[in-house]
């Protein structure tokens, strides 16, 4: 077979010489391989024998033209590949030397078609390996996909992928089809047609010149439709592009095939257009897995609307929590949604969340991957409805909260890195049956903050002067050191202001900040990376402060953080973190005794540095060069 070694030898020569992308050299290198691997087939296609790379090398001159001109009449023999070559110009940027190195190499493989399905396979994990993001638009990792196609359980039927991207997918449903003994038609529709022509080229090498895999936008318009109806599969899986912006809105809001019955859909991202497409897709017992985003499962808006629709409807089957960094050049994380029309009895009314962030191996570059034993646990613990501690868990669809689906809501780790105490482990009864708890709406007020415009222009002189996250550090609010902005749009400035005795938190970033706003003169406001909490009378701010600066505390705003590329801490959630509260008097004794401990362990630190400088002096005095210098500041 050949390896890795020759195939990046193919790729870097192809990519110096023509200076063409990594998918313009996969297109080339396996629209070669095809006319070899057709010569299997010559009887099944009715091939000349001068449709063959032999034939092409026997003239050795103009090399381009003729093996442009085989692709050309193969297609003419094979209607699957229709198309396929429409790339074919590449060549033209070729060497003749280069192409004769490159047409004589493949036609001395002498491979089966076994084997020749997998050398397709080892060409695009190696050009998924080097394309980075143009790979993760085109290309699903085969552990997601061997992982989401045994949970569909196939056993004959239709599969679908609407997005099928470089058909991946698809060819994983043929492999499982055919290690199972069982027949599964194959469709597949995609918008980008270099994607589209290699997929075919893809199809061709598994032997699955029967898939029907069609060219066009998924969206606005649906490959497969009966009548005036989408035609429904037993089987669907689509990896579908995440956050991607819907161009045609008005036309997807008037949908002819009825849907998106479930909700409006947002403007900024088709994530949920394609959820509801696949659902619309699925036969009455059918089922489906989509790979989704963190944000699908929890934004706010149109998209919570739809996501509570469909919990009504009880389509939602389980929420599984892959690590991040599973997609070459990106360190997003991922889930599967399974969607199943036809849950058994006992699942009924409930979701099987499971956390499988932790199941990966890793190779270099931190890049991470499913190993077959964790593809292997995650579906044991999805099919046999196994719950495990902190890996999986069934939840009733009315304790859903919010519609938000992150597997982190309901199966939370015991053991957490918390900075500066390191690894600690939580104990989730405990934590529950905190005396005198309450929640933190309970207790203040809550207001947000500003959004600095580009209008709002930052001025020496400005009326009000704005707290950003650098300007928190240690705990404490660098008064002195705010800027002062003139801020245009000042309608509901009010709205914004701190007052002495406001506690401050961060609510976007990795670390969260947490301040006790001092006295001050003038107007202060805190950004949009903050949310204000003013407690009533009877709470004391740096009781709430080091409450939650405690493990206990990081680790109840830490659990709820929420987020795709930035994490975010929603108020809702931060207004529901639970507080055990004291009486006013025990706060003020706890806080005063704690300060009375900081004092006496900062005037001991002071007392032990000053020993230390004069022990340096005295060793100095002995080496005989303390004459040399005189301390200035003492």
């Known amino acids: 077979m050949v390896c890795e070694r020759e195939l990046s030898h193919f790729m870097n020569q192809l990519r110096s010489e023509a200076n063409i992308s990594v998918i313009d050299s996969v297109q080339t290198i396996a629209s070669i391989a095809s006319v070899k691997f057709l010569e299997l087939d010559k009887e099944r296609y009715s091939l000349p024998d001068e449709l063959s790379l032999g034939a092409i090398l026997k003239e050795g001159a103009f090399l381009a033209e003729k093996v442009k001109a085989v692709l050309n009449e193969i297609e003419a023999h094979v209607p699957f590949l229709k198309g396929v070559y429409e790339f074919s110009d590449l060549f033209d940027r070729l060497s003749n030397n280069t192409l004769y190195h490159l047409l004589s190499r493949i036609h001395s493989f002498a491979f089966t078609k076994e084997q ?9 994990v190696y050009a998924g390996n080097m394309a980075g993001v143009e790979g993760v638009e085109l290309i699903t990792p085969a552990g997601v996909n061997e992982l989401g196609i045994r949970l569909l359980s196939m056993e004959g039927g239709e599969f679908y992928d609407g997005a099928s991207g470089l058909s991946g997918t698809l060819c994983a449903a043929s492999e499982y089809a055919r290690r199972h003994h069982c027949e599964v038609a194959l469709y597949g529709q995609e918008i980008n047609q270099r994607a589209w022509a290699l997929g075919k080229l893809r199809l061709l090498f598994h032997d699955r010149t029967d898939a029907r895999l069609v060219k066009g936008d998924t969206l606005t318009e649906p490959a497969f439709v009966e009548g005036n109806k989408l035609k429904k599969f037993d089987y669907i899986m689509m990896n579908f592009p995440f956050g991607m912006r819907i161009n045609n809105y008005e036309q997807l809001m ?25 659902l619309s897709s699925l036969k009455e017992n059918g089922k489906a897995v989509l790979v989704v985003t963190n944000g699908t499962l929890f934004r706010r808006g149109p998209e919570e609307v739809i996501r509570e629709h469909l919990l009504a409807a009880d389509m939602i089957e389980s929420i599984i929590a892959l690590p991040s960094s599973l997609f070459h050049g990106a360190a997003i994380q991922i889930n599967l949604l399974v969607l199943n029309k036809n849950k058994s009895a006992e699942r009924e009314g409930n979701i099987l969340f499971i956390n499988a962030e932790n199941y990966y191996g890793e190779r270099r570059r931190g890049r991470k991957y499913l190993r077959q034993e ?8 999805y099919h046999e409805g196994l719950e495990m501690d902190e890996v999986s868990k069934f939840v009733s669809v009315q304790e859903i909260e919010e519609a938000n689906l992150l597997s982190n809501r309901y199966l939370q780790s015991s053991e957490w890195t918390i900075e500066p105490y390191g690894k600690v482990k939580f104990y989730h009864d405990h934590i529950k049956n905190l005396p005198c708890v309450q929640p933190l709406k309970r207790i203040g007020t809550f207001y947000r903050g500003i959004n600095i415009s580009a209008k709002d222009a930052e001025t020496e002189n400005g009326p009000y002067k704005v707290i950003k996250l650098s300007d928190v550090q240690n705990g404490e609010v660098l008064i002195d050191q705010l800027a002062s902005y003139e ?17 401050i938190i961060s609510v976007r970033g990795a670390g969260i900040k947490i301040a006790v706003i001092p006295p001050h003169e003038g107007d202060i406001l805190i950004s949009h990376n903050f949310i204000g909490i003013r407690p009533h009378r009877h709470v004391d701010p740096f009781y709430l402060k080091i409450f939650l600066e405690s493990p206990v505390g990081q680790y109840l705003l830490l659990s709820k953080q929420a987020g795709t590329n930035v994490t975010i801490l929603n108020m809702k959630d931060l207004e529901n973190i639970p507080i055990p509260m004291r009486s006013f008097e025990e706060q003020k004794e706890i806080i005063m005794s704690y300060l009375e401990e900081q004092k006496h362990i900062q005037d001991m630190m002071k007392q032990l540095e000053k020993q230390r400088l004069e022990s340096s002096l005295k060793l100095y005095e002995k080496m005989g060069i303390r004459s040399t210098f005189t301390l200035m500041q003492s």
Not at 487 to 503: F, P
């Open 487 to 503: 801020i245009t749009n000042n309608a509901k400035i009010e709205s914004y202001l701190v007052q002495e005795g406001d506690v």
């Open 116 to 124: 020749w399905k997998q050398w397709i396979e080892s060409l695009f």
């Open 374 to 381: 964790d593809i292997d646990r995650i579906v044991a613990i």
């Open 254 to 278: 008037n949908d002819r095939y009825d849907r998106f019955v479930y909700g409006r859909l947002p403007r900024t991202s088709a994530d949920m257009a394609f959820i509801l497409h696949a």
